[in-house]
């Protein structure tokens, strides 16, 4: 146990698919999961752990903002041995050129964050997902014929400021705005771990399009399955 998670060491999997969104960990683990059992309710903060295809996964929600993932993940990484974090979750998009639901493969991470300074004393601004996860989830995807978009994506502290717009997509090559991947990968990074992310386009800033709460649920569907194919392939 530690401050933020009740599981026991054992009932968490090696691999961990992380939503922000509690319900969405709880509507992952009812439609996908086999023998599954509820290993974390502190705080609200959903965790289960069960079979998919036959494959040892927990998923538990991260919560918002890099201090609530930075909380998750690290405890996750250092004291449930976890060795890989994949996060499944959503972003407004930068450009009109990506619809509402298109699933994105985030590179790198690119932030004005004090996560990794408040950390570790470093002024890092950009960070890198993990390739071999990477690479394991362009093969899944390319065998579900699922088409991903590739590239960096702004995390922001601040959901009601998602930055310079122009200067992010253009000069930074972000398609658009999160609000949790520069933890998650820095902490990964740190502890010598992986971590990558898909996310879905939930809204965008261009062409104002937006998805209801119910719309999302289901729509992201397309990253979920992904996420859990991806598990297949890895050992
Ligand atoms: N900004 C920040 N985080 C988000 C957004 C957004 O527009 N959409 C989904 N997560």
Redesign the pocket.
Known sequence: MTPHIEAKKEDVANIVLMPGDPKRAEFIANTYLEDFKCINQVRGMLGYTGFYKGKKVTVMASGMGCPSIGIYSYELFNFYDVDCIIRI????AYTENLDLYDVILVENSYSKSSYIEVLDGEKINLIESSPFLNEKIKEAASQKNITLQQGNIYT?DV?YA?GDINDLYKNKNCL????ETFALFYNAKKCGKKASAILTV??N?ITKKVTTSEERQNAFKTMMELALETTLLIN
């Not at 979750?89 to 407004?92: A, E, H, P, T, V």
């Not at 658009?176 to 609000?179: C, K, R, V, Y």
Request: net charge negative; glycine share 22%.
């Open positions: 979750g959503s972003c407004g922001t959901f998602s658009g705005t999160e609000m939930s809204d800033l």
